[in-house]
């Protein structure tokens, strides 16, 4: 069977399944939803694309339930699911990219087999890197552990606070960046620790966020013991392990969301028809830059993963996904916000804003999230500068 058989095989059989398991209202159905209703439709979803064996594709085969699918099979399983208007697994996305990409990247043999196949079981992660004082510059997060023998068990005790963690109120399990040393260089002293959500001293706290939603949170930690044998990575080396669950974070995971976004122009169509503007030659314009725009963040994601499976991957390619996909959706969501007129932007507070909510202008505001989520735009510019183009770092301590 040929390469291009075989794709069309396949998209016959990822768009039969989708047409028979996908949820068809759930646009309509989480806009009635409160928060926890909603963390249990996304609970529903996943399981169904678990059993489905489309929950994970980008994971290498033989690993849980990971379905090793290559680049060309991953783009027809995420056109499909953009062209069936699923909802995003906003719950999970942080378990199956960012937790699966550390402990694959960096993780034991024992962590791989006990938390790779609990993520498909519906152990849910967020991720605990960023702090009040240190939220673009990661390297100077002062959340502390030390290291402590307590009742005969090897741990790290854990005091400080995080920020804008994704949903951290229905976590099981946290990818948590804790300070172990402040000797040498402020990366040199980083830890990477795996946290129980449960365990005593961890409180969690939802953040209301403009359009009603409470996506982000903060924790406090609070003498939390985690064992040692909780950690990924050697004591102190823990930057270099955030770099594989940062770099997931800015690439893969933004492979799924472009071809979404992609998918959802037909949304920005509907609207064009139903506002009678299908001759005006301005906003048709803008529809046609926006598309061309749309298929270049999705070219540059497909390049990202291409990369990536080659092992020619560079320090600073996630970041052109990221900054890319950011500056788009705020493209498109203004565009929709726009089209939409005044109705569309006197919509009800809603549950969780994505880009295919449904209401523009949650979409609108939510998306200058993604230009701070996973590192600043601006953090994403110096790495670019410094690291790729290889120009003169930025100065330290200067004053105008």
């Not at 699966?100 to 992660?125: D, M």
Request: with cysteine; hydrophobic share 40%; proline share 3%.
């Amino acid at each position: 069977m040929s390469e291009d058989t075989h794709l069309e095989a396949l998209r016959g059989e990822v768009r039969a399944w989708l047409d028979a398991n996908a949820p068809k209202t759930w646009r309509e159905d989480y806009k009635a939803m409160n928060h926890a209703e909603f963390a249990d439709a996304q609970r529903t979803w996943f399981r169904t694309l678990v059993e489905g064996g489309y929950a994970a594709p980008h994971w290498p085969a033989g690993l849980a339930l990971g379905s090793g699918r290559s680049l060309a099979e991953q783009k027809v399983i995420y056109e499909e699911m953009a062209r069936a208007d699923t909802p995003r697994l906003l719950l999970s996305f942080v378990s199956t990219y960012h937790a699966a990409s550390t402990f694959l990247e960096c993780g034991t043999e024992e962590q791989k087999a006990r938390y790779l196949p609990a993520i498909l079981q519906g152990e849910t992660w967020c991720q605990g890197f960023s702090e009040p004082n240190a939220g673009s510059d990661l390297a100077s997060l002062k959340c502390k552990a030390e290291r402590q023998t307590r009742d005969g068990r090897e741990v790290y005790v854990v005091n400080g606070q995080k920020v804008w963690s994704t949903m951290a109120q229905y976590a099981d399990k946290c990818l948590l960046l804790v300070r172990t040393s402040s000797e040498g260089v402020k990366q040199a002293g980083i830890t990477f620790l795996l946290m129980d959500m449960k365990a005593k001293g961890v409180t969690v706290r939802p953040i209301e966020q403009i359009q009603g939603d409470e996506e982000f949170c903060e924790m406090f930690l609070d003498e939390v013991e985690i064992p040692v044998t909780d950690r990924v990575g050697a004591e102190n080396a823990g930057w270099a392990v955030s770099q594989a669950t940062l770099s997931s974070e800015r690439g893969l995971t933004l492979m799924e969301l472009t071809y979404k976004m992609r998918g959802a122009l037909a949304r920005i169509a509907e609207l064009i028809r139903k506002n009678g503007l299908e001759e005006d030659r301005g906003v048709l314009r803008d529809y046609g830059q926006l598309v061309t725009r749309c298929d270049e963040a999705c070219a540059i994601a497909d390049q990202f993963l291409q990369n990536r499976i080659d092992g020619i991957e560079r320090v600073g390619d996630a970041s052109v996904v990221k900054n890319t996909y950011s500056r788009v959706l705020r493209e498109y969501s203004l565009l929709g916000t726009r089209l939409g007129g005044i109705d569309e932007q006197y919509r009800a507070p809603i549950v969780y804003g994505d880009l295919t909510t449904g209401n523009w202008m949650a979409d609108f505001m939510n998306s200058y999230a993604w230009t701070i989520a996973g590192g600043s735009e601006e953090v994403q510019r110096n790495i670019l500068s410094e690291r790729m183009l290889e120009m003169p770092r930025e100065p330290k301590n200067w004053v105008l």
